[in-house]
């Protein structure tokens, strides 16, 4: 079964711990998001140096273009020490916009900024869509995702350019080369029975059948 989003004006609130977080986890999504040309995107960052900012702000412009971009300055790492006043971000971030669909890191990623920002994000988000992405990394926490969005080569090849393009400062990492990326979208496309894809945890749905 393939459930889709009701046609006509869609917000989307993107929520990341680090600058590239949404864009690796779900940047093939958002390109396909951005193709409806009726979607209005707002961009929640909660770390990164100022050159990571930059990276992030021009990130947010190519994969869905027009989208407003906040960064709350915490430190890399600590977030959990600062549990409160991420909280009180997420808040901030939150208030005078009323997004249809949320996308947040899942809980069950190894890493604890993450970890906290998607224990946070269903008491912030308690009526939108909140679909939580999934970010491969050395700690092998990948799980069982619930949804997925198949994606055609060119958006899954076109989303990896502008990874390449727009992250200068993560491609010295071991990790950071086009192999892993359209791996990681083909092995979720064979699991959705398409080419390739991008897969979410997914932890409450309301189904409206009228």
């Given at each position: 079964?393939?459930?889709r989003l009701p046609d006509g004006p869609l917000t989307v609130a993107c929520v990341a711990a680090h600058p590239d977080d949404v864009e690796i ?81 899942w809980v069950g990623d190894a890493h604890q900024d993450h970890r906290l920002v998607a224990r946070l994000a269903p008491t912030v988000w308690r ?84």
């Amino acid at each position: 079964m393939i459930l889709r989003l009701p046609d006509g004006p869609l917000t989307v609130a993107c929520v990341a711990a680090h600058p590239d977080d949404v864009e690796i986890a779900c940047g093939g999504t958002l390109l396909e998001l951005a193709a409806r040309q009726d979607v209005t995107g707002h961009w929640l960052t909660l770390t990164g140096t100022d050159e990571r900012v930059a990276e992030a702000r021009s990130a947010a412009q190519a994969f869905l273009p027009g989208a407003t971009t906040t960064f709350a300055g915490f430190a890399d790492g600590y977030l959990p020490e600062r549990w409160g006043d991420v909280k009180r971000a997420l808040h901030d971030f939150a208030d005078g916009i009323r997004p249809d669909l949320v996308l947040v890191p899942w809980v069950g990623d190894a890493h604890q900024d993450h970890r906290l920002v998607a224990r946070l994000a269903p008491t912030v988000w308690r009526s939108a869509l909140l679909l939580h992405y999934e970010i491969p990394k050395w700690d092998g926490d990948l799980g069982r995702p619930q949804l997925y969005v198949p994606l055609d080569e060119a958006t899954v090849r076109r989303k990896v350019d502008l990874l390449d393009a727009l992250y200068v400062s993560q491609r010295t990492r071991d990790w950071w080369d086009d192999e892993l990326f359209l791996g990681f979208a083909r092995t979720r496309g064979v699991e959705a029975k398409t080419r390739y894809a991008e897969a979410f945890h997914v932890t409450k749905v309301t189904l409206g059948l009228r």
